[in-house]
């Protein structure tokens, strides 16, 4: 039997591409049939007879597409506020990663942890996410860093899709970090661990996309581009964290390979970005990281809208470098910090995010043919979504049509 709803009685951001004003549509009605967008427009000219229609007043609230969180580290174990201890003494990311904290700290707790507490520790963060009005959240591997534990984490990340009325986005990131066992062997582990785990793990259905940590403490470009060519070969689509502390022109090579995203990109440099722009690859931009570890190297936000590139804006949610599990702070801090205005802030949680993610046109807008993923907010206007600092103003979110 079909399921039909009318939602009546709220303003609507559209956020559809090309439209301005965040798409906003004053006293709008959407229809939505199995879980599909089926109409969307004013309410005075709703296409179908309305005593044929399940209808529900949304009391005049703001409807935006629900919220796309494209970038989270979200399942790992432990916790690293030893590690923020010791930044705020003067001690750096880069040092103490290199004197084996770090990234490294956090694969040693999540390899101890078991799997149900691996599930439970990152059904909090998840339930923090979808408070914010979340309904879609990339999660990628990287804290496991074997074969066994790499898997093992996006199983994790499996289930927590069977947990919630979320969709999970996997994202294999075995090329996160150099572990204890392969140091100064990074090509051996890139051939021993990296790229057969990325095979098995594809084969068991376990991979959505393929990422990589280009950076002086990670793996160089061309380590990253063996990493890509195996993606490549087995139909997997590929993103970078590329110039978070420095500049390895990690999303120019994103570019060559038509990444989904280059991430981070505070130290992309302004004449890099025409050349990253022909690529239609998403920039994702990562405020909770620069605000954690204080870094003052802003991206380039200015040459970014010059040449059009599409902008999103993930928590980034890790132990390490940015212990965020909200996206509408995220969306704050982008413009507090990265002067981004609000309603591209919202664009880079919704249609950006989405496009980021290889979903444009199922997620992140609303827009006829599209799912019914929905957030319904206490708000007038969709700045405050970007405005209010420390709550959240979701009234509801509405998934597959239904109240979630
Ligand atoms: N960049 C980041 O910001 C996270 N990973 C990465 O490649 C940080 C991960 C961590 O510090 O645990
Ligand atoms: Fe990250």
Known sequence: MTQQTLFTDCTVATLKSGQPNYGLIEDAAILQRDGLIEWIGPSGVVP??????????????????????????????????????????????????????????????????????????????????????????????????TIDDEIRMLQVARKLEELRPVKIVTTWLAAHAVPPAFKGRADTYIDHIVIPGLVRAANEGLVDAVDGFCETIAFTSGQIERVFQAAGSLGLPVKLHAEQLSDQKGALLAARYSALSADHL???????????????????????????????????????????????IATDCNPGSSPISSILTAMNM???????????????????????????????????????????????????????????????????????
């Open 334 to 404: 982008a413009c507090t910090e990265f002067a981004l205005t609000p309603e591209e802030a919202l664009a880079g949680t919704t249609r950006c995010a989405a496009k980021a993610l290889g979903l444009s046109g199922q997620y992140g807008e609303i827009t006829i043919g599209a799912r019914a993923e929905l957030a319904v907010w206490d708000v007038e206007h969709p700045s405050e979504l970007s405005y209010w600092l420390g709550g959240s103003p979701l009234h509801k979110r509405i998934s597959h049509g239904i109240a979630a």
């Open 48 to 145: 179908l007879k309305r005593s044929e229609m399940d209808e529900q007043s949304l009391q005049g609230r703001l409807v935006t597409p629900a919220l796309i969180d494209c970038h989270t580290h979200l399942v790992f174990g432990g916790n690293r506020s030893k590690e923020f201890e010791q930044r705020l003494k003067g001690v750096s990311y880069e040092e103490i990663a290199s004197s084996g904290g770090g990234i490294n700290s956090t694969v040693e707790a999540t390899r101890a942890a078991s799997f149900d507490a691996l599930v439970s520790a990152s059904l909090r963060r998840l339930d923090d996410l979808i408070s914010d009005g979340v309904a879609v959240v990339e999660v990628k591997s990287g804290y496991g860093l």
């Open 266 to 312: 505070a130290y992309l440099s302004a004449t890099d970005v025409e050349a990253f722009a022909s690529a239609g690859t998403v920039a994702v931009l990562l405020p909770g990281a620069f605000y954690t570890l204080k870094e003052t190297k802003l991206p380039p936000v200015a040459a970014l809208r010059h040449h059009n590139v599409d902008i999103a």
